[in-house]
C-alpha cells in the first residue's frame, strides 16, 4: 500500500506552498502527506515538529542533500571541453556516478509513495529521481521565477534540441525544470509570464489557492511558521498609524560585503522616505543583527506570503531587487528594481542571463 504524497522542500517558501497544496485537497485526502526538508539550502529550525502538530503532515524527514562540489571526484566530469560532442560523455557518467553519491543521503523510499511534489528540481534530488527512473511533479521554486529566464534553456544554450532528447528521452543526462524524463509535469503560477510554451508546464496560480484559506487555515500557518508569535505581533504594533513605513525585502545576492552595501544604500535611500523595515531572505546569511541594529527585522523562517495574514500590518511600500512581489497584499506601493539597479553593484555580464519578463513585472506591481 502506498503512502501518499511527500514533498521535497528546501525553503521555508516550500513548506508554505507544500501547506496550500494540501488544505486544497478533499477533506478525505488530508492528513495523508509527509514533507522533506533539504539542509542543503536551509536551517529550518525547529519547525518539523511543528508542521506534524498541525494535522496535515503525518510525518517529516530531514535530507542531508550533497551538492556536487562535495564529492572531488566528480570535478574531472565537470570541465570545459570545447565542445558538445566532448562534453556529454563526461556529462553522461558526472550523472550517473552523483545519482549513487546521492543516493546513501535520500532519507526515504520515494518508490512507496502515491506521488512525488519536488521544488527547485535542479538540486540534486531531480537527478537522484531520474537516474532511480521515479516519477514526480516539479513545483517552481520561487513566485514566477521563470518570468526573467527558463534555467533549462539558459544552462544548455548549445546544442539545445540535443541535449533534451538526450535528457527527455534517454535519461543520459538532467535538465531541470521540467526537461527530464521523469518529470511528469512541472506546476508554475502563471504561464502568461513564461517565455516557453513548453507542454509539461502546468498553471496551478497561487492566488486562487490563498484566496481559499479561511480563518484556521491561516491560523494553522502563522502557529507553524512563527515560533515566537508575541514579538511578531509587538513588531507590527510598533508600526505607527501616522508614519511611512517601507519593508525592503533582503535577498542573497552578490558576496557579502556587495550585499551590505546594497542594502545599506537602500535603508538610507527610503529611510528619507520613512521608517525602514527589514524582511531577511531564508538563504540571506548576511549578519543583519550586527550590521543594522536599530532596524526592525521580520524572522527569516517566517515566508513573506505569511505577513498578510497578520491583521494590522501595512507597509506604505515594498521593495525588492529580484523577489517577485505578485503575491504581496500588505503594501500599497511595489518597488522592483532589478537589472539596471544591481548593474551599479556587480559587473553587468553576470546577469547577462536575466531577461526581464515586461508583464511579470507589471502583473506584481498590481498584485
Known amino acids: 500500500m502506498k503512502k501518499g504524497r511527500i514533498y521535497v522542500c528546501h525553503t521555508f517558501y516550500h513548506v508554505y506552498i507544500s501547506f496550500l497544496k494540501e488544505f486544497a485537497l478533499p477533506e478525505a485526502e488530508k ?16 519547525i518539523a515538529g511543528r508542521i506534524v502538530k498541525s494535522g496535515y503532515f503525518k510525518e517529516t524527514f530531514e535530507y542531508d542533500e550533497k551538492r556536487d562540489t562535495e564529492f572531488p571526484e ?16 563526461p556529462r553522461i557518467i558526472f550523472t550517473s556516478k552523483y545519482a549513487k553519491l546521492q543516493e546513501a543521503y535520500v532519507p526515504v523510499d520515494f518508490r512507496e509513495y502515491d ?7 535542479n538540486d540534486p534530488i531531480g537527478v537522484f529521481l531520474n537516474k532511480k527512473r521515479i516519477h514526480y ?9 521563470l518570468a526573467s529566464f527558463v534555467n533549462a534553456k539558459a544552462d544548455n544554450k548549445g546544442g539545445f534540441a540535443i541535449k533534451k532528447f538526450m535528457s527527455m528521452k534517454l535519461n543520459l ?14 506546476e508554475v503560477n502563471d504561464l502568461s509570464v513564461i517565455d516557453d510554451d513548453f507542454y509539461k508546464y502546468k498553471e496551478v496560480p497561487r492566488a486562487k489557492l490563498e484566496a481559499a484559506l479561511d480563518d484556521e487555515k491561516k491560523e494553522t500557518l502563522v502557529r507553524v511558521f512563527v515560533k515566537d508569535i508575541d514579538k511578531i505581533r509587538e513588531g507590527i504594533q510598533s508600526l505607527g498609524k501616522d ?26 535611500q527610503y529611510g528619507k522616505e520613512g521608517l525602514v523595515f527589514f524582511k531577511v531572505h531564508p538563504r540571506d546569511e548576511l549578519d543583519y543583527d550586527k550590521l543594522f541594529p536599530d532596524i526592525f527585522r521580520f524572522d527569516k523562517r517566517v515566508p513573506m506570503e505569511l505577513l498578510n495574514f497578520f491583521p494590522g500590518l501595512h507597509f506604505n511600500k515594498v521593495v525588492s531587487v529580484f523577489t517577485q512581489l505578485g503575491s504581496i497584499k500588505f503594501a500599497d506601493e511595489k518597488v522592483y528594481l532589478g537589472v539596471k539597479f544591481m548593474d551599479k553593484y556587480e559587473d553587468p555580464s553576470v546577469h547577462g542571463n536575466i531577461v526581464e519578463n515586461e508583464a511579470a513585472i507589471k502583473a506584481d506591481s498590481r498584485g
Request: aromatic share 10%; proline share 1%.
Open 31 to 46: 492528513g495523508n502527506a509527509s514533507i522533506v526538508l533539504s539542509k542543503m539550502s536551509n536551517d529550518f529550525g525547529d
Open 74 to 89: 566528480l570535478a574531472k566530469y565537470r570541465k570545459d571541453r570545447g565542445n558538445i560532442l566532448l562534453n556529454m560523455i
Open 243 to 268: 508614519s511611512r513605513n517601507i519593508l525592503i525585502l533582503t535577498e542573497p545576492l552578490c558576496t557579502l560585503d556587495v550585499r551590505e552595501r546594497i542594502f545599506r544604500d537602500l535603508s538610507e
Open 173 to 186: 543526462i538532467f535538465m531541470q525544470d521540467g526537461y527530464s524524463k521523469y518529470c511528469d509535469d512541472m
Open 137 to 145: 511533479h516539479a513545483v517552481e521554486d520561487g513566485l514566477n521565477y
Open 115 to 121: 506521488e512525488v511534489y519536488v521544488f527547485c528540481d
